[in-house]
Every structure is written in C-alpha cells, then in structure tokens.
C-alpha cells in the first residue's frame, strides 16, 4: 500500500515562501520520479513539477519557473517543493504524485501512479 502524505501548505503573503514536503512510504522512492501538481478551486488539475529518481532531471511548468524548485531525499523518502515569490494565482490545493517510471518527468496526470491527499496553499494579496 502506497501513502503519499503532503505537509507545509498554508496562508502566506504575496512575495512570500513555503516549502512543501511529501513522505512516501510503501514502495522503493528512490526507483521512481515524483511530481507536484495543484487544483486551483474551479480549475483542472495542473502540472506544477516533476523530478528523476535520481534527482538529475526537473521539469516546471512554464507559469512556476524561476520561483519554485524541486528536490528529493532518497534517504527520508521525501520530495519537496520550495516555493518563491508566490503569487495569489499560486492558491490551490498542491498533491505530490509518484511517476510509474524512474526517469520520465512527466507532465500528464496518467503518468502518475500513486497520489496525495493534498494539501491547501493560499496567497494573499
């Protein structure tokens, strides 16, 4: 049984900082990519980032790049997601995934496996 468990959501100011982080347990982290994705209320789900299992090769969605960042512990099993210079647009709730590969970093939500519950980000303006 695979879990995803998210933590760090929360309200912050426009111009602000979170960092996400999402604990994986029930399968071997290290073999697979992992990505974030976000729900804004009334919107689809989206592409956020992914990352490699080996941490080599990133990939952002073009409205997140030059502010967020992704990166991952192999030894915690955990993959987060630091957060810059956020937007009110950036409001939604952020789910972390698990790629069905170790080197694609996909962008389409049938790559993933294995999903999140969630977590809410918002932010003021």
């Known amino acids: 049984q695979v879990q995803l468990v998210e933590f760090g959501g929360g309200l912050v100011q426009a111009g602000g900082s979170l960092r996400l982080s999402c604990a994986c347990s029930g399968r071997t982290f290290s073999a697979y990519a992992m990505g974030w994705f976000r729900q804004a209320p009334g919107k689809e789900r989206e592409f956020v980032a992914a990352?490699?299992?080996?941490?080599?090769?990133?990939n952002f969605a073009d409205s997140v790049k030059g502010r967020f960042a992704i990166s991952r512990d192999n030894a915690k099993n955990t993959v987060y997601l630091q957060m810059n210079s956020l937007k009110p647009e950036d409001t939604a709730i952020y789910y972390c995934?698990?790629?069905?590969?170790?080197?694609?970093?996909?962008?389409?939500?049938?790559?993933?496996?294995?999903w999140g519950q969630g977590t809410q980000v918002t932010v003021s303006s």
């Open positions: 995934a698990v790629e069905s590969t170790p080197l694609r970093v996909g962008v389409r939500m049938d790559e993933y496996a294995y």
């Open positions: 990352i490699s299992s080996s941490g080599r090769t990133t």
